[in-house]
């Protein structure tokens, strides 16, 4: 891996007088995230930015040695039509994290949420039809990537938070059913974990999902758990779930590290997935403003987060904690919300945040 100084010349170089590089980029302190953390720490990225952008290309490459897609390994990128492939954006990714040393985690084989993709809409066909186009998209992919990416998202999202199985959208709540569930019965996830592990047998498989609190209505971090239970079982091949973890400054301690301790029972490996920490606490405010007391609420949850997981979660269980993106100008929470938000630990120039050192503490301590 490259020194800190190396890399700062190497961006120095052949740059305009107008390009502004952030301090934390010129001048690093000679640790990151990744090299005082017992486990590995991640970052969500995407492949033009990671190409195009310096300072962004600076940040993953000093402070995170894993590193997910945040959109390249999910099906309308991968598989844009019903007969074809294109894995020329997620495989920039992998050349990019196998160059730098950097673990791949991908993200996701199967999820309801890209339901809206035409072909997968319109894709007609009996079970038996569904059923092998699942397993030739599973199998494409991941055979693809065998050796390359560590692990999977096999299954994204596929409980509701009661805890039964996702299937039919309700347009009265604005729920969204699966597609895959309804097309292919209720023991798809299981044979989900099977095709993929076929595909490629050294792969650690995950499920994940979001809410898995253990808080006041357990039902749905039950199901999951009692899921992993039953794959165990039957031997379906499953190495670990998955704890998204998007949260505001105010989310809920106790339910946090209950929820992390009830996935430790399983046995298996359990990763922080998707984490930001918001500000607005999910709440559309276009005046709030970002004050210093936020700023160091949201540093004490990015620090309480860090230390949970290490006291929740066996060593050898910790897969690690992967943030949902690289710097607040990119973060997914605007742009799909329309809230404005500063929920990761760099800012909008790629500056270290107090989020950054409140992280770095959890980490280290
Ligand atoms: O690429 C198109 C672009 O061509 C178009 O001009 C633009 C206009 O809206 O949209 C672009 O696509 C957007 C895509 O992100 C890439 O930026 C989609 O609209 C947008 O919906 C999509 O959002 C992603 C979201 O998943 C849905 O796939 C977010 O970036 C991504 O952070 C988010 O990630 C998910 C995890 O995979 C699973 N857990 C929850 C998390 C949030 O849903």
Request: include cysteine.
């Amino acid at each position: 891996m490259r020194t800190a100084s190396a890399l700062t010349l190497v961006l120095m170089v052949g740059l305009p007088l107008s390009c502004r590089i952030p301090p934390a980029v010129t001048a690093p302190p000679s640790e990151s995230l990744q090299s005082v953390s017992p486990f590995p720490v991640g970052v969500a990225v995407g492949s033009d930015l990671l190409e195009k952008d310096r300072a962004y290309r600076a940040v993953v490459l000093k402070e995170y040695g894993s590193v997910t897609p945040e959109n390249a390994a999910k099906i309308e990128c991968l598989h844009p039509q019903a007969d074809r492939f294109d894995f020329l954006d997620f495989d920039r990714i992998v050349a990019f994290a196998l160059e730098n040393g950097k673990r791949v985690h991908g993200v996701a084989l199967i999820w309801h949420d890209s339901s809206g993709l035409e072909w997968l809409k319109d894709f007609q066909g009996d079970t038996a039809a569904w059923e092998r186009m699942f397993k030739t998209h599973i199998q494409t992919v991941v055979g693809h990537y065998r050796g390359k990416v560590r692990s999977w998202d096999v299954v994204n999202e596929a409980l509701n938070d009661d805890g039964t199985l996702r299937m039919d959208d309700d347009s009265a709540t604005d729920h969204l059913g699966s597609i895959w569930a309804r097309h292919l019965g209720t023991d798809y996830i299981a044979r989900a974990f099977r095709y993929a592990h076929e595909a490629d047998p050294g792969a650690l498989l995950f499920y994940n999902d979001f809410n898995l609190k253990d808080a006041a209505k357990p039902a749905k971090i039950e199901a999951v758990v009692a899921m992993a239970e039953d794959f165990k079982r039957r031997g379906i091949p499953i190495h670990g779930l998955g704890m998204q973890m998007h949260i505001g400054v105010s989310a809920d301690d106790d339910g946090i590290v209950g929820g992390m301790r009830r996935l430790a029972t399983t046995g298996l490996l359990v990763h922080i997935s998707e984490l930001d920490i918001l500000a607005s606490d999910w709440k559309k405010d276009a005046g709030l403003a970002y004050s210093d007391e936020l700023q160091q609420r949201q540093s004490d949850k990015y620090r309480f987060i860090a230390q949970a997981y290490k006291r929740s979660v066996p060593p050898r269980q910790r897969y690690g904690i992967t943030v949902w993106g690289v710097g607040d100008a990119v973060t997914w929470i605007n742009s799909n919300f329309g809230l404005q938000d500063w929920p990761l630990p760099f800012d909008r120039d790629y500056r270290r945040k107090k989020a950054y050192d409140g992280f770095l503490e959890g980490l280290k301590r």
